[in-house]
């Protein structure tokens, strides 16, 4: 897999005080001669392989299994008496048949936010026929819970990100749970990660009499990559065996080819100096494009912060190879173990100050309910 660590910052409640900012780059040519290393606080995380998170995620997939409610008792939906639930029953009992059933508080992350309250009401007044509604209480940062404007959760999205390089190949699917929730006296709505909420409300309808009480939508999403190797949505397609390769003319080889095998292929690596002023190019060539060398412009170790001013934000890692072909094409590719390779020959004698490294690129982006991802600036 390409995205070698991925980790929900949220899901063991040790969040990091990561403050990353995009590294911006206008220039697309890969004029890089030199070889340049960044130095960041976000290249120490620690981090969990994205297989290891897809297996231990209880989001991503359609039904909750027994092991997964363990920690929480089978008779989920107490009755509880409102005002035995911290005064939530202040919520104009007066003016309301609704009746909250039961109440969980969660922390959580956000402006002047330290926690939300779920409620599960009745909005018919009936104890005994379980929920029919679920409303989101804020608590600021004072611990205040604003009882009086709660918002109605709307729907549970999961969304999977299928995240394809320019080779045309998957590098595995990224999972995410959105909470959708209209706030009181609101036109629009939000939504946000949170994903001990989103399971604790999934587990709740699955032991409630009503099972339609929101819908749980699946969004299956591809995520592409842009010249400069960032997420962008969709996917370019495989680009790459379209492409013609670089126009060698005026250059001379200087080292035997050397073969890479990598994580999604088979790879040819050359080594040349132009005729005209000795300077070193690399090349790149991929077994299912024969024939066509590709210069090797930049090896990028990328950080992608995706939500991470919520509590379920996510931290992506992986490395991509940015290539040059005949005129203005750009690929990049995502295979980890080609870019280690790469970086081995940067350093050596064949391939210094050929190509372009940076380590700790970070980007932040923001996912939007549905599943469409952009950059934050």
Same mark, same amino acid.
């Given at each position: #897999? ?9 899901? +063991? ?9 995009? $590294? ?20 120490? !995380?620690?981090?969990?392989?994205? #297989? ?7 989001? +991503? ?6 092991? *997964?409610?363990?920690?929480?008792? *089978?008779? #989920?939906?107490? !009755? ?45 007044? $009936? ?35 299928? @995240?394809?390089?320019?080779?045309? @190949? ?15 006296? %609101?036109?629009? *709505? ?30 299956? $999403?591809? %995520? ?11 996917? $370019? ?26 994580? +999604?292929?088979?790879?040819? @690596? ?14 790149? *060539? ?51 173990? %080609?870019? +280690? ?37």
């Amino acid at each position: #897999m390409a995205i070698t660590p991925v980790m929900s910052l949220g899901l +063991n409640g040790n969040n990091y005080n990561t403050s990353f900012t995009g $590294r911006k780059n206008n220039n697309d040519g890969f004029e890089y001669q030199s070889n340049e290393f960044s130095s960041k606080k976000a290249s120490a !995380l620690k981090a969990v392989p994205l #297989m290891t998170l897809l297996a231990m995620s209880p989001l +991503n997939t359609a039904n909750i299994n027994a092991s *997964e409610i363990a920690d929480f008792p *089978e008779d #989920m939906i107490e !009755l509880v008496e409102t005002s035995d639930v911290n005064d939530i029953s202040s919520v104009s009992a007066a003016a309301s048949s609704k009746v909250i059933l039961a109440s969980k508080q969660f922390p959580a992350k956000g402006q002047n936010i330290s926690g939300y309250i779920v409620n599960l009401v009745n909005t018919e007044g $009936r104890r005994g026929s379980g929920f029919d509604a679920i409303e989101l209480v804020t608590i600021d940062a004072n611990g205040i819970a604003y009882n009086d404007m709660p918002a109605t959760v709307k729907a549970i999205n999961k969304i999977n990100f299928n @995240i394809v390089s320019d080779d045309g @190949i998957s590098q595995g699917v990224l999972p995410m749970t959105k909470i959708v929730s209209k706030p009181n006296g %609101l036109s629009v *709505e939000l939504s946000m990660n949170n994903d001990p909420i989103a399971k604790y409300i999934q587990q709740q309808i699955a032991n409630n009499p009503n099972k339609d009480v929101i819908p749980v939508n699946v969004y299956n $999403r591809t %995520l592409g990559l842009t010249p400069s190797a960032t997420f962008q949505n969709n996917s $370019r397609g495989n680009i790459l065996d379209k492409s013609t390769g670089y126009n060698l003319t005026g250059y001379t080889r200087t080292a035997p080819t050397k073969t890479i095998v990598g994580d +999604n292929g088979t790879y040819k @690596i050359s080594f040349y100096k132009n005729n005209a002023d000795n300077k070193p190019l690399v090349t790149c *060539e991929k077994t299912t494009n024969p024939g066509n060398q590709f210069r090797v412009g930049l090896v990028i170790d990328h950080i992608a912060n995706i939500d991470k001013d919520e509590y379920s934000s996510i931290v992506a890692k992986y490395t991509s190879t940015l290539l040059q072909g005949n005129g203005t094409t750009k690929i990049v590719l995502m295979d980890t173990k %080609l870019g +280690n390779e790469l970086k081995k020959y940067a350093k050596s004698s064949d391939g210094k100050s050929a190509f372009g490294m940076f380590t700790g690129w970070d980007t932040d982006y923001k996912v939007f309910g549905k599943g469409v991802i952009t950059q934050v600036q």
